[in-house]
C-alpha cells in the first residue's frame, strides 16, 4: 500500500484544516488506518486510529472534540478534519495503514507509512 498524505499548510490559531490521505496498490477496506504526526524535536505521537470499517475511532486526549478522523474506503482515501489549531499541533502529520486487526495507537501496528504533510499553527 503507497500513502499519500496532503492537505497541511500555515495558518492562525483556531483555524481549521482538512488533511486527506489517498492510498493506492490496494484497497484500505480491510486495513485498520492511523494518524500519527511528529513535532520538531519530539518523537512520533498517535492522533487518531480507525478500524478497518470506520465504525471505531480513537483520539488522543489532546485531540478529543477537536480532531475528526473518517474513512471512505470507496475512494481508498481516509480524511484527518482539525479545528480550532494550536500552536502546539505544529507537526508533520503522518497517515498509516495497518493489517487487518483492532484499530491501534502503537507506530509498530502500522506498517505502511505515507510521507507526511506539513502543518504549522501561529499564534
Known amino acids: 500500500v503507497q500513502l499519500q498524505a496532503s492537505g497541511g499548510g500555515s495558518v492562525q490559531a483556531g483555524a481549521s484544516l482538512r488533511l486527506s490521505c489517498a492510498a493506492s496498490?490496494?484497497?484500505?477496506?480491510?486495513?485498520?488506518m492511523g494518524w500519527f504526526r511528529q513535532a520538531p524535536g519530539k518523537e512520533r505521537e498517535f492522533v487518531a486510529a480507525?478500524?478497518?470499517?470506520?465504525?471505531?475511532?480513537y483520539y488522543a486526549d489532546s485531540m478529543k472534540g477537536r480532531f475528526t478522523a473518517s474513512r471512505d474506503n470507496a475512494k481508498n482515501t481516509v480524511y484527518l478534519e482539525m479545528n480550532s489549531l494550536k500552536p502546539e499541533d505544529t507537526a508533520v502529520y503522518y497517515c498509516a495503514a495497518g493489517d487487518p486487526g483492532f484499530a491501534t495507537t502503537t507506530a509498530a501496528s502500522y506498517g505502511y507509512w505515507g510521507q507526511g504533510t506539513l502543518v504549522t499553527v501561529s499564534s
Open positions: 480507525m478500524s478497518w470499517s470506520g465504525g471505531r475511532t
Open positions: 496498490g490496494r484497497t484500505i477496506s480491510s486495513y485498520k
